[in-house]
């Protein structure tokens, strides 16, 4: 007997039967519930004058809700992608089973960086992108302008932009051919990328320093078209343990027209699921529509 002559046949026995469906239809209503609140909860940072986040994360997001068992929340600078003192929402980090920042040269009041200060602390996993290297940009003697090495505390990356560890890249013309490294082939987030693509991505210069504190490197970018002759390979995804003792994964790519290429679509799915310490999908879901705009 199907649901339609069920609910026919529970209705013409009256009462009982109108109570019988009711109880049953919120059971289901509950067990749904249930189930979804046992999905983590991913809470997306952003804040960027350049690179779209507040687009490509929320597309991210979608993704991983329709397709991938996660619940997600993404907050983004306000008014718009230039306000640098504000993000509201941050409290939705108090909830959240792992956080994404994606920033670059924020100067939140101290409450916010407090809440975030909080996430920190609880040794929950974590996920960048790109211009968090450089997250935060207070001016020397704020009282907050140690959270100018923010990247270093939580995904491993030089402190911040230039300074002694000459954190650059190689010129906005240049673009990055990346390559899966070998010896780590068989880590779980390489998982359906593939062993090479390109991203529009300029490399960033981290090395010889970083990825600190033990980082085990997963793929290696080299720069195509360069702006000087002095550049190098340097790694551009990276798995590890950060200061506060979370495990991170962090990407120097992001540029908006990286999402367009699927096995980086890939790589951020997975490591998406790494991190939240669920099993790498063996089904890929197929590619993301995400076409977002370069703003300079």
Not at 14 to 39: D, P, R, Y
Not at 146 to 151: E, I, L, R, V
Not at 155 to 177: A, Q, R
Not at 245 to 254: E, R, S, W
Request: glycine content about 8%.
């Amino acid at each position: 007997m199907n649901t339609q002559k069920i609910a026919y046949y529970l209705l013409h026995k009256g009462t009982i039967g109108v109570l019988l469906l009711s109880c049953s239809m919120l059971i289901a209503t509950i067990g749904m519930a249930q189930k979804k609140s046992k999905q983590p909860l991913v809470v997306f940072v952003t804040g960027d004058h350049e690179y779209s986040s507040e687009a490509t994360m929320p597309k991210i997001a979608a993704e991983l809700e329709k397709n991938y068992g996660f619940r997600t929340k993404v907050l983004k600078a306000y008014p718009d992608h230039n306000a640098e003192e504000n993000i509201p929402g941050l409290e939705a980090l108090k909830e959240a089973d792992m956080a994404v920042f994606f920033l670059r040269w924020r100067r939140l009041p101290a409450d916010q960086v407090k809440l975030i200060e909080e996430f920190l602390q609880t040794k929950k996993p974590m996920v960048g992108f790109r211009t968090t290297t450089h997250a935060f940009n207070y001016p020397k003697g704020h009282p907050l302008a140690s959270w100018n090495a923010f990247g270093e505390w939580a995904f491993n990356t030089p402190p911040g932009w230039g300074g002694v560890d000459k954190h650059t890249h190689y010129g906005h013309e240049s673009s990055t051919d990346v390559t899966m490294i070998e010896a780590v082939a068989d880590d779980p987030i390489l998982n359906g990328v593939g062993k090479s693509f390109h991203v529009r991505s300029w490399l960033y210069q981290v090395l010889p320093k970083f990825p600190s504190n033990g980082s085990k490197a997963l793929m290696m970018g080299h720069s195509v078209n360069p702006n000087t002759n002095k550049a190098y390979d340097n790694p551009v995804a990276w798995t590890g343990i950060n200061q506060y003792g979370a495990k991170i994964f962090f990407t120097t790519m992001g540029h908006p027209e990286d999402f367009d290429q699927e096995p980086f679509q890939h790589l951020v799915i997975n490591a998406i699921h790494w991190a939240a310490g669920k099993k790498i999908p063996k089904k890929w879901a197929g590619p993301i529509d995400i076409h977002v705009p370069y703003r300079k």
